[in-house]
């Protein structure tokens, strides 16, 4: 199984990114897909997880209402469409996978048994 992501880069403040992660090498019928970031000196944080399944979708309250997780099933692609963002959104945004029945654990960067290589926000004030 291969992630990756793309499209991190530098924007101003109140500005927006799409990032993308595809996956390939597994089917992503029984699959959950989340996001998380991690800024110099802080450990990896939860952004957001989508359930390819039923399309539940997960927010940290940090990002909530701010970005939006969302699919291609025939590009077997997430995106992450990152809206309004703020300085203190700048981080390396990671992308990874996990196979589940269960939603349980989705928020926990330790569940997950794949990982794409990370790409740069970096926001400007």
């Known amino acids: 199984v291969q992630l990756q992501a793309f499209w991190g880069g530098l924007v101003e403040a109140g500005g927006s990114l799409r990032l993308s992660c595809t996956a390939s090498?597994?089917?992503?019928?029984?699959?959950?897909m989340g996001w998380f970031r991690q800024a110099p000196g802080k450990e990896r944080e939860f952004v957001a997880a989508?359930?390819?399944?039923?399309?539940?979708?997960y927010y940290a309250n940090t990002v909530k209402n701010r970005f939006t997780i969302s699919r291609d099933n025939a590009k077997n692609t997430a995106y992450l469409q990152m809206n309004s963002l703020k300085p203190e959104d700048t981080a390396i945004y990671y992308c990874?996978?996990?196979?589940?029945?269960?939603?349980?654990?989705?928020?926990?960067?330790?569940?997950?048994?794949?990982w794409g290589q990370g790409t740069q926000v970096t926001v400007s004030s």
């Open positions: 990874a996978l996990r196979s589940s029945g269960s939603s349980y654990g989705i928020l926990s960067s330790r569940s997950y048994d794949y």
């Open positions: 090498g597994c089917s992503l019928d029984n699959v959950q």
């Open positions: 989508f359930v390819w399944s039923s399309s539940s979708r």
